[in-house]
């Protein structure tokens, strides 16, 4: 066991000197290789890290929320279909909710309008969120104005600002009263946006929804389930469709690998046909090559992925941010809770680690097989 | 010092980082419970149902609900429309960071 | 009295105000003892056995309950029947605890627990005939109905 820990420690060494005879081409090698992992295991951690916040947050949002379709748009829910439904077994709880967009030309932003039904407000007191108060500027005692859909100007008192815990969920909302809401709107009273049901046993909500559709045939349920699943999706086709552009880069540097590794140059050739003739075994050659493969891969494994690591859990993913951000002029300020899936991190290592190291190896063998006098000649 | 020494080193300084990255991580996480069980209440007492994360526009700010302006007015799981939406750039006013 | 006074505090709290039960939750380490699984991680299934002492024995559905309570030597050694002082169960509809005594139970329905075919406690027979139609339920049963060889029989989804 010693003897061979030390003829590992021979060959490092020797493949290290090997390596650092150039310089210029290795570390290049390298860099690129680290980059490459770097984008791969940013967009991973990244994603994973928001689709795990996604689930956990909004594991509390209503069970069921009702909406009414008018030929087939959704349109707003009249209050009496509470009645209308009936009694549902399971069903605990039942109210509508009112909320709606306002585009604020000021800032050109889009507002979510909503009433809570946490607390009570006075009908010119307003609520905001953390990214409204930043862009626009204000704080608590304030006020906003914003023109209605009936030419009128309205002025809310600003009397609290959302937790910028919550950030990620109530960056843009306003929360106003009933009243001033549906005069801000035009909603008449015993209208709603939709219905939200709240059903304790998670068991019974796909029988309540098919109640629900027999019941009232003009309107349609969105399950808890199915936001859960919409955030899912949405981040999987997210990562994916980075993985797709990211596809030439990755194909790029496959092919320079795959030539680096094993098309293997004049001067390697030469390289193993002496160290042949001095007296290696075809063996250690292939082991001094593994040693070149695991040192240049796992490096660039670990430098890739610690950087990403950094990058989005410590400087908030600042290269990914312009694309999220996109249009947006709200944009919550949040810090990602880093949740790594273990799974994930081990596909990284063996998709980074692995092949490239197989690649080095295999050409070698073909090489190494040969006759040092056919090589060197 | 012999190279081997020194790889031997560097690799287990790496690997090191790494282990502490998901101690980190775990620590990270524990410590921002607090915070989630906020957002938690916020999003039970308001009763939300998506994130703030696409405010641009009225049809991406809640994306599971398909409401009078979403795309997905079949359904919440239909996906964005691509690629038309994706190839739009933003307007020139936000990308100059005003 | 006072023993007559707690008599009648119990039948009280037992008796005419059966529900909602107030019992003691699962600890996140609580296992079944019929079949040793982990509790708290069903809540809609929890069933509890309350002795005198404040000690109290979680299992993860009626069914597993109902064994327990048949055969109590055998799940719980040194524990004497007499000294049970609550049964609850888990409604289905508002997952609400429940007397068990005063509960309905469906078998056959579609509704399986963690350990399969289940007595469905329901809080009352509307309910349960509300439950048995929707969920293709095969028979409605109380308390006393329930015997260690229908339980046997459920195991292997029999139901009749």
């Known amino acids: 066991m010693k003897a061979f820990i030390r003829k590992q420690r021979y060959l490092i060494d020797f493949t290290l000197s090997s390596l650092l005879r150039r310089p210029g081409k290795n570390l290049g090698l390298l860099v690129v290789y680290s980059l490459i992992v770097f984008l791969l295991a940013s967009v991973m951690l990244f994603t994973h890290a928001l689709r795990s916040e996604a689930r956990l947050v909004l594991a509390d949002s209503p069970e069921i929320i009702l909406q009414r379709m008018v030929a087939g748009r959704h349109d707003l829910i009249p209050g009496s279909y509470l009645e209308k439904m009936g009694r549902i077994r399971g069903v605990i709880g039942k109210h509508g909710r009112l909320w709606g967009y306002f585009y604020d030309p000021a800032v050109q932003a889009n507002y979510t309008l909503m009433v809570p039904r946490d607390r009570q407000l006075a009908e010119d007191e307003a609520v905001i969120g953390a990214a409204i108060a930043r862009t626009r500027g204000v704080s608590r005692g304030d006020f906003l104005t914003f023109r209605s859909t009936d030419g009128n100007a309205y002025s809310f008192r600003v009397s609290a600002i959302l937790a910028s815990d919550s950030e990620l969920v109530s960056a843009d909302l306003i929360l106003v009263s009933e009243q001033r809401f549906r005069t801000f709107f035009g909603i008449p009273e015993g209208y709603y946006t939709d219905l939200v049901l709240n059903v304790r046993n998670p068991k019974e909500l796909r029988k309540v929804a098919e109640k629900l559709t027999l019941r009232l045939p003009d309107t349609r349920p969105i399950l808890r389930d199915e936001i859960l699943r919409t955030y899912d999706a949405i981040f999987n086709w997210r990562q994916g469709i980075v993985f797709v552009l990211l596809t030439g880069t990755i194909l790029a540097f496959v092919i320079f690998a795959w030539d680096k590794a094993s098309g293997l140059s004049a001067e390697e050739r030469r390289e193993i046909g002496i160290l042949k003739a001095i007296g290696w075994e075809t063996s250690d050659v292939i082991r001094m090559k593994f040693w070149e493969g695991a040192i240049i891969s796992l490096s660039a494994f670990l430098l890739g992925y610690l950087t990403a690591y950094g990058h989005v859990f410590y400087a908030n993913a600042g290269l990914f941010e312009p694309v999220l951000k996109g249009w947006s002029v709200l944009y919550p300020e949040f810090r990602l809770t880093p949740f790594i899936d273990g799974l994930q991190l081990a596909t990284l290592f063996f998709f980074t680690v692995f092949p490239y190291t197989v690649a080095t190896i295999v050409p070698i063998w073909r090489a190494a097989i040969t006759d040092p006098d056919t090589v060197m000649r | 010092m012999r190279k081997s020494d020194l790889f031997i080193l560097y690799l287990g300084t790496l690997s090191g980082l790494l282990l502490l990255s998901l101690v980190d991580a775990g620590n990270r996480s524990h410590l921002a419970t607090q915070q989630l069980a906020e957002t938690r209440r916020e999003v039970r007492a308001l009763e939300l149902t998506d994130l703030s994360l696409f405010t641009e526009a009225r049809y991406t700010r809640h994306l599971s609900q398909s409401d009078r302006h979403t795309p997905f007015q079949d359904h919440p799981l239909a996906l964005e429309h691509f690629p038309s939406g994706s190839l739009v750039a933003p307007p020139t006013l936000l990308r100059s960071g005003r | ?160």
Not at chain 3, 34 to 50: D, I, Q, S
Not at chain 3, 99 to 115: K, N, Q, R, T
Not at chain 3, 148 to 160: E, M, N, T, Y
């Open chain 3, 1 to 160: 009295m006072k023993t007559l006074l707690s008599a009648l505090l119990l039948l009280l709290a037992t008796g005419l105000f059966a529900q909602p039960l107030e019992l003691p939750p699962p600890g996140p380490r609580d296992t079944c003892p019929v079949c040793g699984m982990f509790v708290a991680k069903y809540p809609e299934w929890v069933a509890t056995v309350l002795y005198k002492n404040g000690h109290a024995h979680h299992f993860d559905g009626a069914k597993d309950l109902f064994k327990y309570l048949h055969d109590l030597p055998k799940w719980a050694p040194g524990h004497d029947p007499k000294d049970i002082t609550a049964i609850g169960v888990t409604e289905y509809y508002g997952l609400t605890r429940i007397d068990a005594h005063d509960a309905w139970y469906v078998i056959g329905s579609d509704i399986l627990g963690p350990m399969g075919h289940e007595l469905v406690p329901l809080e009352t027979k509307e309910d349960a005939e509300e439950f048995l139609q929707d969920h293709g339920g095969r028979q409605i049963l109380r308390f006393d109905q329930i015997s260690a060889p229908l339980l046997k029989k459920l195991d292997q989804g029999q139901f009749d």
